[in-house]
């Protein structure tokens, strides 16, 4: 009897953890379908500075599936893929560099979609991966807003 009674929880277990992992997945496919298209930066900082308004002037962010672009001044500022996990408090994001002085590590982040608006905060590659949106002086993070582009 305790045989049977093992399996049945072992298999109830193995379909809680199903269940969960699908969900998750389904959360991560959603949050990936809310970062697509074209968006421009309102706001951003990096180890505590805001950067300039010359800086954020024309810049952009496109994603197309899995991938990201961001384009500085018309200039390709960097490229990547990303993996989105929103099971997380804060809900995580992890790059793949693809271009930039960073191609071929990860950087690691966090994000949060607020309707038309995504807040990003990355670490340098080889950082820990920020707990907040903050930044402070010489924390090597990056904390961006981005507002999404009207067709």
Known sequence: MNAIRTRLLIGLAALVFATVGAEDNDAAKTDQAQLQGEWTLVYGERDGQAFSSEFMKGSKRVTKDDETAVMVQGQLFMKA?????????????????TGSTYTGKTQLGIYEIEGDK??????????????????????RRTSTIWKREKK
């Open 118 to 139: 995504v807040k990003f905060c990355f670490s340098t590659p080889g950082q820990e991966r920020p707990t907040d949106f903050t930044t402070k002086p010489k924390d």
């Open 81 to 97: 893929k990303f993996s989105l996990d929103p099971s997380k408090t804060p809900k995580t994001i992890d790059y793949t560099v």
